[in-house]
């Protein structure tokens, strides 16, 4: 059987939003960075709640990812951009659904590309587990804990609302 959970997302961003706000409290030249396509739209409503926008970047993993030939991904490739100095800047790393952790290690490896920051913080919006690479969250909206085989569904409404519904296979 299928069993369908609904989280108040809205909610979830929030309580990210009010960690990341105290997080980089210390910060003065923090920086902010979305991976598309999730992490890009979470990462651009963080920047303008906590006036980063003329510091916000985003990356593009599809082509960097280890398993990028395995899974066959279709890539719908979208630039990279990263319109600040990177080398000794506090750059916070976004994504929507952190897993295996294999995305956010190929991100890490493109802001390398890019210079040598001072320090990477990760933001997720939902940790669903299952992680193959020693890589955690510093700021997270909801840690998952089903067992079975599960799928995050996450959306947004035409006003940006956030909807977020988790199905497990059990
Ligand atoms: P990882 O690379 O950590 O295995 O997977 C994280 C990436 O895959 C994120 O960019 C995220 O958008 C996507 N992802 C992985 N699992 C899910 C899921 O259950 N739901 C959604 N919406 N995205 C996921
Ligand atoms: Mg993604």
Redesign the pocket.
Known sequence: PTTKQDFDAEALYRALLEQVRAGLADVPDAAIVG?????AWLAERLAGDLDLKSRLGFID?SFY?DDYAKKGLHPDVKPTHIGFNVDGATILLV????????????AINVLFDYGRPACIKLA?L?D?G???LP?APDFVGVTTTLEGA?????ARDASGQLSLT?EEDN
């Open positions: 991976i598309h396509s999730g992490g993993v990812r994504d929507d659904v952190l897993y295996t952790g294999r995305t956010t290690r190929a997720a939902a669903r299952g992680r193959e890589v599960q799928l995050l569904s996450l988790i």
